[in-house]
């Protein structure tokens, strides 16, 4: 069994669960390695403390989230052998990683102070959550969560300096009482 040098590999996610019964695992990884995951068809496991290459099968390569995806690889074709690789190490070598270009995402939002033009200061996005492209911001405001819809439509201002952004937001969002 060929095996790798760990020096020479990054560490990306893990196998959290079988995904299935047709061999499939539920990946979770590093949001920054989803461009190399995208282009890279082996992945190293660690098992018994040496990395081993095993392959992604054509068309085995499924985006749940930015941090998740299903994976089916060849060779595993049933869920007892998934079931084995739960929690296993999943790993890509140095040299296959695709550095991200570093671009304004709305993940880079989070820490933003949020205003609107008839209600004034709202409050700061705690965290962003994408429902399959619905993205909603979680914001406190006056002590309670709320969750506020965005798209580009309702987006007035935008200062990516001063980390500000007025939002047109929907009516009778904020009545908090």
């Not at 496991?45 to 068309?59: A, K, N, R, W």
């Not at 406190?140 to 439509?153: D, H, I, M, S």
Request: charged share 25%; net charge negative; aromatic share 10%.
């Amino acid at each position: 069994m060929e095996t790798i040098d760990k020096n020479s590999c990054q560490k990306i996610g893990y196998f959290q669960k079988p995904h299935g019964i047709k061999g499939a695992l539920s990946l979770i990884f590093e949001p920054q390695y989803d461009l190399s995951l995208e282009r890279e068809p082996t992945l190293f496991l660690e098992l018994d403390g040496l990395l081993v290459p095993f392959f992604i099968s054509p068309e085995g390569l499924r985006f749940r989230s930015a941090e998740s995806a299903i994976v089916q690889l060849d060779w595993v074709d049933n869920e007892e052998q998934a079931r084995k690789l739960s929690g296993v190490s999943v790993f890509l070598k140095e040299e296959d990683l695709v550095e991200p270009e570093e671009e304004f995402t709305v993940h880079h939002l989070v820490g933003f102070s949020v205003s609107d033009p008839q209600i004034g200061q709202i409050g700061t996005i705690e965290r962003v959550e994408d429902y399959g492209g619905n993205l909603l911001f979680q914001i406190q405001c006056q002590g309670k969560e709320v969750l506020v819809p965005f798209n580009e439509e309702l987006l007035i201002a935008l200062d990516e300096d001063a980390k500000t952004m007025v939002l047109q937001c929907p009516e009778g969002i904020f009545d908090l009482e």
